[in-house]
């Protein structure tokens, strides 16, 4: 049974010293009852204690990770239902299939079209994650051969290797030793194969049944057979289906704390209409997919489907920011106009484009406000006359620059004389209002 806030508050050190970011122990204690907070964040917590309370904070869907090295994915470890409770944890994992029936040629498309899909967004790098390799021949050498294909070509994406086939599943393993793949396929009919095929090459087991029933049955005996990292699949092909089946599995592992279901799980997503299939996609991501298996990996769909996931998977209660530093726009020089804004993300990323477009190599002063957008930073007295000269002052640009003058955003003209009284000896500019008119701003300043 689960412990209450009040036993797990027992074995704790109980002496408030807020360094897990809660102002008490009981605080943090009722917070690892909810699930909402983990055990490692106490750094005084005792070796019994977390041996005690190892079952009881660890996280409903239990964390798994396939590939290695830089590209290696996580999964699960979720820990709520809804984002505004508490942040998702590990982003959904997607997935391009290449079946071993595919031509050569169109295999090594679809390896170019993953390890090309990487796109910028918002400072963030999003990228098709994994391969899943299918056993559509039915053929072990088949797959061996797409397996060796694909790691000769991608060596470091991680994969799964999908085939209700152990022979051919340990063969696909063994050209990925070492690199934790994931071994998918296990069924009613060949878990014991599968399952120690997984253990022989220590990788995660994905187990696939027709119904939730029959899941349960199969996590419970790859448990038995040694086998804790698991991948889920309980059938679910239509869209409906999918969110239905997905949301059971998540309110059972989350609300209910029921083991069975507490593993991350995979949508399969391929439709012939790709459309259809990005919007598929898109439900999975949207409804608690740990992966989705998609058939391609195009640049439009691509786009859709991570700034779906990034969204998702930011932390609604904490703005996205950029970090406190001047940045270079071009190749300023020491003449070359100095801008300041906010640390808010969009606002960095659309006046920092805006100053790129102006084609005038700039200094852009960005000051941590907590990622507040500039009048949100203002009216919480986060972007002040004050601050703003402390900022500049200690940034050190006084020493890169040869001027003395301040662009401050539109917005904020009030704070222009406040700024040159602490700010001795600079002239502050009020620079537009609107990101899109610094342009023409800066060519006539340059001009
Ligand atoms: Fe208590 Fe540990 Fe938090 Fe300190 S870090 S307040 S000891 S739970």
Redesign the pocket.
């Known amino acids: 049974m689960a412990l209450t806030g009040v036993d797990i508050f027992k074995l704790?050190?109980?002496?408030?010293?807020?360094?897990?970011?809660?102002?008490?122990?009981l605080?943090?204690?009722m917070k690892l009852a909810q699930r909402q907070a983990s055990l490692d964040?106490?750094?005084?917590?005792s070796e019994e204690a977390k041996r005690l309370l190892g079952e009881a904070s660890a996280p409903p869907v239990r964390p798994v990770t396939f590939g290695a090295g830089e590209r290696a994915v996580k999964m699960g470890e979720e820990t709520v239902l809804f984002r505004h409770e508490k942040r998702f944890v590990n982003p959904t994992v997607f997935a391009v299939e290449i079946k071993d029936t595919t031509t050569e040629g169109e295999a090594l498309k679809l390896i170019n079209d993953v390890l090309s899909s990487e796109i910028d967004r918002v400072g963030q790098k999003l990228k098709i994650d994994a391969f899943l390799l299918s056993n559509a021949s039915g053929e072990p050498g088949a797959l061996e051969s797409l397996a060796r294909l694909v790691f000769g070509k991608a060596p470091d994406v991680p994969v799964i290797i999908s085939t209700a086939d152990p022979v051919a599943g340990e063969a696909a393993l063994a050209v990925y030793n070492g690199k934790r793949p994931v071994l998918f396929g296990a069924n009613s009919g060949n878990i014991e194969k599968m399952a120690q095929a997984a253990g022989t090459f220590k990788a995660p087991l994905g187990v696939s049944a027709g119904n939730l029933d029959e899941l349960i049955a199969l996590t419970e005996k790859a448990k038995s057979l040694g086998i804790e990292d698991l991948i889920i699949d309980g059938g679910a092909r239509k869209a409906g289906q999918i969110i239905e089946q997905n949301t059971i599995v998540r309110r059972a592992s989350i609300k209910k704390n029921f083991k069975p279901l507490g593993y991350p799980s995979i949508t399969f997503a391929q439709r012939d209409d790709v459309i259809l299939e990005a919007l598929v996609a898109g439900l999975g991501v949207s409804k608690y997919s740990s992966v989705v298996v998609v058939s391609s990996a195009e640049k439009w769909k691509n786009l859709a489907l991570f700034t779906l996931r990034q969204n998702i998977y930011t932390d609604p209660q904490v703005p996205m920011q950029v970090e406190q530093k001047v940045y270079k726009i071009g190749e300023p020089q020491a003449g070359s106009p100095l801008l300041i804004t906010t640390n808010f993300s969009l606002t960095y990323f659309i006046v920092s484009g805006e100053v790129e477009n102006s084609k005038v190599p700039s200094w852009l002063a960005v000051m941590d406000c907590e990622g507040l957008s500039v009048l949100t930073a203002w009216a919480a007295g986060k972007f002040t006359a004050g601050k703003i000269a402390q900022f500049i002052k200690e940034s050190g640009i006084e020493s890169t620059v040869s001027h003395r003058e301040l662009v401050i955003p539109g917005y904020v003209a009030i704070l222009s004389g406040a700024i040159e009284e602490k700010l001795e000896g600079w002239k502050v500019t009020v620079g537009p209002r609107e990101a899109n008119a610094l342009p023409a701003f800066l060519k006539t300043k340059a001009a």
């Open positions: 704790l050190p109980k002496t408030n010293c807020k360094k897990c970011g809660y102002p008490t122990c605080a943090f204690a964040k106490c750094p005084d917590v």
